[in-house]
């Protein structure tokens, strides 16, 4: 027994393994190549001038006829791979040869009300366990060698609309999550649980007015102050159905000790309702761990009116300051509203902010000394209210770029510490908003809008771009005709690797911007790429399986991808042995 249990102990996920993600390269435990998301790996055996020579080892199939959209971030560890899927799926394959090990299938009811597609964006692993969201709102925790269920715990109720995509991450033992559901009138919030029971330890609701709670051991609960301050950016009722979801994973950075999560878009989408800046919706907020407390936060677009969600990554970096010379920590963040932002990560100060994107319609920049947008008001949508000029049905109809798709959406950038770059996945595309009147119905949409997505160029959508976070400068792009909906892996061996919707997994010179390789998966590929080592072999890995919320949103723009096939498999490479 003695022996067996040092065994099963050995197989364990620590708190050192989540820690050390970032440079273990034989393991692959956190969304995001380490906590704090960079998504760089420190491998060299797959470079500029090997990189021809990769080829496939397996595929798996997730099989059935549950395929739409696939944007999960596979984990390794242990000679196993754990990925989810479609439907609310998770996996565990032979990470050597893609056989199946188990798999647990999620039963779903009906009535579920995912806003952008059927999607799972990845799980965590922790001691013996490998934990997943559902999107009928719920968090469930498996035994990481059976697939049994060990503990399932209830988020919120989906019949109000809520969700869960975003993978898990690990902090200090407790799974942090957030929720899904910013089109439903829900209200967006952070929660904290032990990763081993799942029981509560904190919630953090990231809307303004709203209590948080601490629990006790007997799961008592116990008021842990208001977040912010109730109607100070939310004059009158709206901020009790406020959305501002914060539905992609959290960050986190060991050296200052703080959980980053971005905030999605205020509900309705109509802002002529809710005067005021709406904390804390489309912002980047920094929580303690232990505490639950928001040491600081960074609203990205105040009073949002196009839904330009803040839930992207605030990826943590050592940025050197061209005025002082000093080296800050900070975070990097390329927001849906089409500016990439540069905050000091210990207080939230803005240092740097640049548009990342060709057109930036709502606003002619960001004011550095204020951190606030500067408005172009007439690329607001118009009120359709009669005291403001509306005929009572429709607001007046204005064109912005970018779309409420966004510059960038739910696809990972990745930063390389050797080069100084952030490689972001860009899409150029505007879109005709205008503004409905609407009144909150607990579990239906929630807009107050309209609109139509169109293409801004017609040779190109997406762009991959190497962006430099001092200057500002856009070093160089490779043009997609699609639009670019995956992640985006770093390696020291000089590439980025990223998939494109019509199925290429590629990689391009991380320097130059020069294409290098690439690989037709079958399907689009809208999940980002990791990589690993064993037995001192190199492997990359993506996800194929095109989908999301691009055939469902995009207007003129989905009309030209309806070519694209759905599909559902992963598939693993290595360099060719000659």
């Known amino acids: 027994m003695a022996l067996g249990s040092v065994q099963v102990q050995a197989k364990e996920v620590t708190d050192a393994d989540i820690l050390n993600d970032a440079t273990d390269t034989t393991q692959v435990v956190t969304h995001g190549l380490g906590t704090k998301g960079q998504r760089f790996s420190p491998l060299t055996q797959v470079n500029r001038q090997t990189v021809k020579d990769l080829v ?19 984990l390794v560890h242990d000679g196993k791979m754990f990925v989810t899927a479609s439907y609310s799926r998770i996996f565990a394959l032979d990470v050597k040869t893609g056989e199946k090990l ?5 039963r779903l009811p009906d009535g579920i009300m995912p806003c952008c597609d059927v999607i799972n964006r990845g799980a965590a692993i922790y001691g013996n366990l490998v934990i997943f969201g559902t999107l009928d709102a719920q968090l469930v925790a498996l035994d990481k060698d059976t697939g049994k269920v060990v503990w399932k715990e209830k988020i919120e109720d989906y019949k109000a609309g809520y969700s869960m995509t975003a993978a898990p991450q690990i902090v200090k033992g407790l799974v942090i999550t957030g929720n899904s559901g910013g089109e439903f009138g829900i209200v967006g919030r952070v929660d904290a649980r032990d990763a081993r029971t799942g029981k509560l330890v904190w919630t953090r609701p990231v809307v303004e007015g709203h209590m948080g709670y601490k629990y006790d051991k007997d799961g008592k609960q116990v008021e842990n102050g208001i977040t912010g301050k109730t109607n100070a950016s939310w004059p009158g009722d709206l901020w009790k159905t406020g959305g501002a ?20 878009n205020p509900a309705p989408w109509n802002s002529h309702l809710r005067p005021g800046d709406n904390l804390y919706s489309s912002s980047t907020v ?29 990826v943590s970096f050592e940025y050197r300051d061209p005025k002082s010379g000093k080296t800050v920590k900070a975070g990097g963040k390329a927001d849906r509203n089409g500016f990439f932002f540069v905050n000091d990560r210990t207080n939230g100060k803005l240092l740097n ?84 009147p609407v009144s909150y119905k607990r579990g239906a949409a929630y807009l107050g809008a309209g609109f139509t997505i169109k293409p801004l160029y017609e040779d190109y959508i997406g762009a991959l771009r190497a962006v430099d976070p001092v200057n500002g400068k856009i070093v160089w792009e490779v043009k997609n005709s699609a639009p670019l909906w995956g992640g985006v892996l770093t390696t020291a061996g000089d590439l980025v690797f990223y998939g494109t919707p019509e199925g290429y997994l590629k990689a391009i010179d991380a320097q130059s911007g020069d294409e290098l390789w690439q690989f037709q998966t079958g399907s689009g590929v809208i999940a980002p790429p990791i990589t690993w080592e064993d037995n001192g ?16 949103w995009g207007g003129e723009v989905a009309k030209r991808v309806n070519f694209l096939e759905q599909g559902g498999s992963v598939w693993v490479f290595k360099l060719h042995k000659s």
Request: proline share 9%; net charge negative; hydrophobic share 35%.
């Open 56 to 74: 496939p080892v397996w595929s798996f199939s997730f099989g059935g006829e549950k395929q739409r959209g696939q944007q999960s971030q596979p």
């Open 102 to 106: 188990w798999k647990y299938e999620h």
């Open 245 to 264: 979801a914060p539905w992609l994973s959290a960050y986190y950075d060991p050296e200052v000790d703080l959980i980053f999560i971005g905030t999605g």
């Open 286 to 314: 920094a929580i303690d761990p232990d505490s639950g407390k928001i040491e600081w936060h960074y609203q990205t677009t105040p009073h949002d009116g196009w839904d330009f969600d803040g839930v992207n990554e605030f």
């Open 353 to 436: 902010a640049f548009p990342f994107v060709t057109r930036t319609d709502w606003a002619s920049g960001i004011d550095l000394k204020t951190g606030r947008p500067i408005y172009k008001d007439q690329n607001r949508p118009g009120s359709p209210f009669e005291d403001a000029g509306g005929d009572g049905k429709k607001g007046e109809v204005v064109f912005n770029a970018p779309s409420f798709l966004g510059g960038k959406n739910q696809m990972p950038m990745a930063y390389s510490p050797k080069t100084g770059y952030f490689y972001v996945p860009a899409n150029e595309w505007g879109m005709d908003i205008w503004n409905e």
């Open 537 to 552: 072999e190199q492997f990359v890995a993506v996800v194929s399986g095109w989908g999301g919320a691009v055939p469902l």
